[in-house]
């Protein structure tokens, strides 16, 4: 069965730093690529950041670019997101879904993890 | 970056309604269109891709139309489990951006 887990949300100060995890099982980690989307509270979802199943090709939306930083470790079968000078408007549900076969379209995602960024 | 507009934002309805949500791209996306269902607390689940094409698993009372600029998610006998929140995804282009969501309630 494939499973996707996040972890590492929480709540943090404005300016401050967070390392989102995401945990795959029950599929071949490194023939995927990888999307991190969001969701803020009562809003739609977001796009984030997208990296290739060997990490060549990394995009980020307009909104995080410079701040976050999406990375991978296959022998680990995990997905990560670094997060940092954290903003009050990236207060989201983060979650990690799998690109099929670079397809565009994402077939699985974990259940998320919130983020909150507060004073 | 291309528009995704979602109509209605919310749909009241009663188990068993025939029931279209319709998605707008600000420019041609062709057929490369995804449908998600969202619920609090859950991961979200893919029902259509390539605008047309159920995933696997999904019930076939989900069904999805159209190319270009226009699209519609139909549930053919609105069931129980089906009172979520969706969203379209154009994935044309990159960043493929979602819509803002239709949220179908009980009415």
């Known amino acids: 069965e494939v499973q996707l887990v996040e972890s590492g949300g929480g709540l943090v100060q404005p300016g401050g730093s967070l390392r989102l995890s995401c945990a795959g099982s029950?599929?071949?980690?490194?023939?995927?690529?990888f999307n991190w989307v969001r969701q803020a509270p009562g809003k739609g979802l977001e796009w984030v950041s997208y990296i290739s199943s060997g990490d060549s090709v990394i995009y980020y939306a307009d909104s995080v670019k410079g701040r976050f930083t999406i990375s991978r470790d296959n022998a680990k079968n995990s997905l990560y997101l670094q997060m940092n000078s954290l903003r009050v408007e990236d207060t989201a549900i983060y979650y990690c879904?799998?690109?099929?076969?670079?397809?565009?379209?994402?077939?699985?995602w974990g259940q998320g993890t919130l983020v909150t960024v507060s004073s | 970056d291309i528009q995704m507009t979602q109509s209605p934002s919310t749909l009241s309805a009663s188990v068993g309604d025939r029931v279209t949500i319709t998605c707008r791209a600000s420019q041609s996306v062709s057929t490369w269109l995804a449908w998600y269902q969202l619920k609090p607390g859950k991961a979200p689940k893919l029902l259509i891709y390539k605008a047309s094409t159920l995933e696997g698993g999904v019930p076939s009372r989900f069904s999805g139309s159209g190319s270009g600029t226009e699209f519609a998610l139909t549930i053919s006998s609105l069931q129980p489990d089906d009172f979520a929140t969706y969203y379209c995804q154009q994935y044309n282009s990159l960043s493929g951006t979602f819509g803002q969501g239709t949220k179908v309630e009980v009415k």
């Open positions: 879904a799998r690109d099929r076969a670079a397809s565009g379209y994402f077939d699985f």
């Open positions: 029950g599929f071949t980690f490194s023939s995927y690529e």
